[in-house]
């Protein structure tokens, strides 16, 4: 359903965002902070999940016409309530970092940021290493 490259970006990104919850995870769970630690993993596992129906949406908004995107507006308010049931659940939980969860819920977007001016500094060293080089 997804185009090749929507997939591979939505794989790359979601495997960089879980390395990432991991890592901190685990200085998290070394110091004792277990409620941080399911913050992390439950708002990190929901943006995820959030990115993968956003990505779905916006190919069938690409694709479809007419009454057929509709279905954009549904999966929006899917991924809408999806966050305010988590947000909530941690709110309301004392076991999970409300807190937490609200960093996990951002962490694909510090992703993409952050992959975006890593390939933007990436291009900038090669044209700046071509254009220095002598032939």
Do not use: C
């Not at 992390?40 to 057929?68: D, K, Y």
């Not at 939980?93 to 409300?98: L, P, V």
């Not at 694909?108 to 002598?134: A, E, H, M, P």
């Amino acid at each position: 359903m997804l185009p090749l490259l929507a997939k591979k970006t939505f794989q790359k990104n979601a495997f960089i965002t879980f390395m990432v919850m991991s890592v901190v995870a685990v200085l998290m769970a070394l110091q004792g902070e277990f409620h941080v630690v399911y913050g992390i993993f439950l708002g990190g596992i929901m943006a995820i999940v959030n990115f993968g129906i956003l990505s779905i949406s916006v190919t069938i908004l690409l694709e479809r016409e007419g009454p057929q995107k509709f279905w954009w507006v549904i999966h929006s308010l899917i991924r809408s309530l999806l966050t305010i049931g988590i947000l909530f659940l941690s709110f309301t939980n004392d076991g999970i970092s409300f807190f937490a969860t609200a960093i996990g819920l951002l962490s694909v977007k510090y992703v993409i940021l952050l992959t975006g001016i890593y390939q933007s500094f990436k291009q900038k060293v090669i044209k700046w290493i071509d254009g220095n080089r002598k032939v």
